[in-house]
């Protein structure tokens, strides 16, 4: 699980925004769903991770990195569409709170 915490800019259909590991493993293919933040609920799809410059297979709390998010048919839309805040679940995740 992923939260916002800058949404970035616009790199074609691609969304960059800094991130934090708030819980489980995130990789890069993996779908996720943003709930809320303007743009109501749709499905995200992580294309990259970069830390300290340098591209990484995996993300693991409580490390933050810039991510490039794509989405489904439907446009990210920054910066309405992904507030500082916002929470990024696996589909496979259920409810509750972050873990930290």
């Known amino acids: 699980m992923l939260q916002v915490q800058f949404a970035g800019d616009m790199r074609g259909d691609e969304a960059v925004c800094v ?3 708030v819980g489980g493993e995130v990789r890069p293919g993996e779908r996720l769903r943003a709930e809320g933040g303007g743009g109501g609920e749709r499905t995200l799809v992580v294309r ?10 995996v993300l693991v709390p409580p490390h ?4 490039g998010l794509t989405s489904d048919g439907r446009p990210v839309g920054l910066p ?6 916002l929470l990024l679940r696996g589909e ?5 709170p972050p873990r930290a």
Do not use: K, T
């Open 19 to 21: 991130v934090r590991c």
């Open 48 to 57: 990259w991770i970069e830390r300290y410059g340098h591209p990484v297979g």
């Open 64 to 67: 933050s990195a810039r991510v």
């Open 80 to 85: 309405e569409g992904l507030l500082e805040g």
């Open 92 to 96: 496979a995740e259920g409810g509750g």
